[in-house]
């Protein structure tokens, strides 16, 4: 590049503010990418939480099913009796231009629904447990899914940054540099050429 533009001071003005546009364009990247690692970061750090609340309240749940299965028999039977839940709820919240999803789970009051008279509290417990258990998946679905969406917008945040930093700025650098010397090159034979014109002027009007 720097060897084949013609070396004006147009051209080098341009070529300066291309050279300061990509020096923005890096700063502006790299701030994004930090901020997007630190969202990241957060969110790896409650996937993790979340993770062990869902473990330990699967070991509850499952433990209270247990339970209820020896003090009344095998429980197959009642939980078909338990409605489908579709209070599922995706939207959506942008970090630095990515989007990032926001599950949920309508809040629904829907009673136990099984009758009282041919259950215990133990079944009760399960069923409450695997609510639990309902909500805290759909909350660690959402973290995990931001953490795959952020990770994948810091690795292009990345590589741009990268090009610019390693091939732009110093290309631009390099052509500033080239078209500088070649201007100050030129100042200095123009330079050299007037004082030789000067000179064999000022020999004339002494002859």
């Known amino acids: 590049m720097g060897n084949q533009i013609v070396p004006t001071k ?5 070529t300066k503010k291309s050279l300061a546009l990509s020096r923005t364009g890096f700063e502006l990247l790299d701030r994004k990418r930090n901020i997007l690692i630190r969202e990241m970061m957060a969110l790896i750090g409650r996937a993790a939480t979340i993770q062990n609340q869902i473990d330990d309240t699967y070991e509850e749940a499952y433990a209270a099913l ?4 020896i003090t009344l028999g095998i429980s197959a039977e009642l939980s078909l009796t338990v409605p489908l839940d579709n209070n599922l709820n995706v939207a959506y919240r942008s970090v ?5 999803p926001m599950v949920s789970l309508k809040e629904s ?4 629904p099984f009758g009282l008279r ?3 509290i133990e079944l009760d417990n399960a069923y409450n447990k695997f609510n639990d258990v309902k ?3 759909a909350e660690l679905a959402e973290v995990e899914n931001s953490v795959y969406r952020l990770a994948d917008a810091i690795k292009k945040t990345q590589k741009r940054a990268n090009a610019l930093r390693n091939i732009m700025i110093p290309r631009f650098e390099q052509t500033v540099k080239i078209i500088t010397d070649a201007l100050e090159e030129k100042d200095r ?6 004082k030789v014109i000067k000179q064999q002027k000022s020999n004339q009007n002494n002859s």
């Open 96 to 100: 630095m231009g990515v989007e990032i």
């Open 66 to 69: 247990q339970k209820a299965n």
């Open 10 to 14: 147009g051209n080098l003005l341009a």
């Open 189 to 194: 034979e123009e330079f050299s050429r007037l």
């Open 135 to 137: 909500r805290l998946t």
């Open 118 to 120: 041919s259950t215990n």
């Open 109 to 112: 009051k829907i009673p136990i």
